[in-house]
């Protein structure tokens, strides 16, 4: 099992749906866990960290953590073609002996179609 | 602010020939570092990390080779190029005990 799964996509919802997000881990004591979106061609930048189980809402986004069932969700709303991108996961090793190591996903694309 | 640069941005190497990708950070001091590679298509792989001037550590083996020569620069190279290194270089820094990673703007790759 890798140690962090995304599902591929494409996931493709219409302008101004509800894409939801979904990664899972096999680390049970994973303590954070972090969203990253990357566009074509460029670099990841972080939308949004989150440490414990509920939801955290920043904006149109909401992350979702339920450390219990060992997954991690982010949800957009009212999704713009602006959002279109890959979406990574990265949770850090139980071990990772002190150097903040990030294991990511393989990244999940959205694609927001007008 | 803190602030990462990489270059060069984009490169294309014959197979067999060197490699020399560098990063460097502004704005902090002891930065841990990384350097991590997505093939095209797949996920980001970390290939080394440096927690200090001097100390690398691989988490892969492969034919690349990382370096540390000052608090904020870090250095990718090979001295022969295979096509399977071929992708996106992304260079990255963490600041003190924190997990955030921030990356830099990447290096495109191409081994022909």
């Known amino acids: 099992q890798k140690e962090v799964e995304q599902n591929s996509g494409p996931l493709s919802v219409p302008e101004g749906a509800i894409a939801s997000l979904n990664c899972t881990y096999s680390?049970?004591?994973?303590?954070?866990f972090f969203w990253y979106r990357q566009y074509s061609g460029k670099s990841p930048e972080l939308i949004m960290s989150?440490?414990?189980?509920g939801d955290k809402e920043d904006g149109r986004f909401t992350a979702q953590l339920n450390k219990a069932s060992q997954y991690v969700s982010l949800l957009i709303r009212d999704s713009q073609p602006s959002d279109s991108a890959t979406y990574l996961c990265?949770?850090?090793?139980?071990?990772?002996?002190?150097?903040?190591?990030?294991?990511f996903g393989a990244g999940t694309r959205l694609a927001v179609h007008p | 602010s803190q602030t990462i640069h990489q270059w060069p941005a984009t490169l294309v190497q014959p197979v067999g020939s060197p490699l020399s990708l560098e990063c460097t950070v502004e704005?902090?001091?002891?930065?841990?570092l990384y350097w991590y590679r997505q093939a095209a298509g797949r996920g980001l792989q970390l290939l080394f990390y440096s927690v200090g001037i001097g100390q690398i550590s691989s988490e892969v083996p492969q034919n690349l080779s990382a370096s540390r020569p000052q608090d904020r620069q870090f250095i990718l190279s090979s001295k022969k190029l295979l096509l399977s290194d071929s992708g996106f270089y992304l260079c990255?820094?963490?600041?003190?005990?924190?997990?955030?990673?921030?990356f830099g703007e990447g290096s495109w790759l191409t081994v022909v």
């Open positions: 990255a820094w963490v600041l003190g005990s924190g997990n955030t990673i921030y």
């Open positions: 989150i440490y414990s189980n």
């Open positions: 680390d049970r004591g994973s303590q954070s």
């Open positions: 704005g902090t001091s002891n930065p841990n």
């Open positions: 990265a949770v850090p090793p139980l071990v990772s002996g002190g150097y903040n190591k990030l294991i």
